[in-house]
T-cell receptor, first 108, second 113 residues
Framework: SQQGEEDPQALSIQEGENATMNCSYKTSINNLQWYRQNSGRGLVHLILIRSNEREKHSGRLRVTLDTSKKSSSLLITASRAADTASYFCATVWGDMRFGAGTRLTVKP | DGGITQSPKYLFRKEGQNVTLSCEQNLNHDAMYWYRQDPGQGLRLIYYSQIVNDFQKGDIAEGYSVSREKKESFPLTVTSAQKNPTAFYLC????????????FGQGTRLTVV
């Protein structure tokens, strides 16, 4: 079964708004990563947060990790139409497993 | 130019045939992975390998086989035992530590005709 589960499954917002996606997982992790996928393409790495970290920033991205609740969130601030894509969390513990993803649509 | 390459981009297979998807990387990564993605779905782990001549089954290994004879290459064979092989297949690689990002190929879309 998939390790991570993203919530919501789909999200539609206006340009300039913030987008928040959540990820829950079931087992231990070494780190948790977020990836982006444009339709029909490979995945592109966005940000990695280690199990002993609680928050990380990269440009307009902010990731939090709560290992006690086995959950993570990805915040994209000041969204742009070009942010439209699917976003996946991946948990790493020996192997790397993905959730079902959140499909984000940013309307111009 | 370093990267991970999957070929072909599109593949058509007749029912009952085996087919092999190629994945090559020149990033000197130890770990390599194969995932299956169905329309609108997430990625499911088929097989992964952390070292040459060794690989582990993922969640949906039935009907698939792999080999890891070289560090750079991790081909995936979709056998006739896989009942519903039509899907998008993604290969990835990462350093063995797992503490850095993974790199993905552009995928192979397999269609059974």
């Amino acid at each position: 079964s998939q390790q991570g589960e993203e919530d919501p499954q789909a999200l539609s917002i206006q340009e300039g708004e913030n987008a928040t996606m959540n990820c829950s997982y079931k087992t231990s992790i070494n780190n948790l990563q977020w990836y982006r996928q444009n339709s029909g393409r490979g995945l592109v790495h966005l940000i990695l947060i280690r199990s002993n970290e609680r928050e990380k920033h990269s440009g307009r991205l902010r990731v939090t990790l709560d290992t006690s609740k086995k959950s993570s969130s990805l915040l994209i601030t000041a969204s742009r139409a070009a942010d439209t894509a699917s976003y996946f969390c991946a948990t790493v513990w020996g192997d790397m497993r993905f959730g079902a993803g959140t499909r984000l649509t940013v309307k111009p | 130019d370093g990267g991970i390459t999957q070929s072909p981009k599109y593949l058509f297979r007749k029912e009952g045939q085996n087919v092999t998807l190629s994945c090559e990387q020149n990033l000197n990564h130890d770990a390599m992975y194969w995932y299956r993605q169905d329309p609108g779905q997430g990625l499911r782990l088929i097989y992964y390998s952390q070292i040459v001549n060794d690989f582990q089954k993922g969640d949906i290994a039935e009907g698939y086989s792999v080999s890891r004879e070289k560090k750079e290459s991790f081909p995936l064979t979709v056998t006739s035992a896989q009942k519903n092989p039509t899907a998008f297949y993604l290969c990835a690689s990462s350093p063995l530590t797992g503490d850095t990002e993974a790199f993905f190929g552009q995928g192979t879309r397999l269609t059974v005709v």
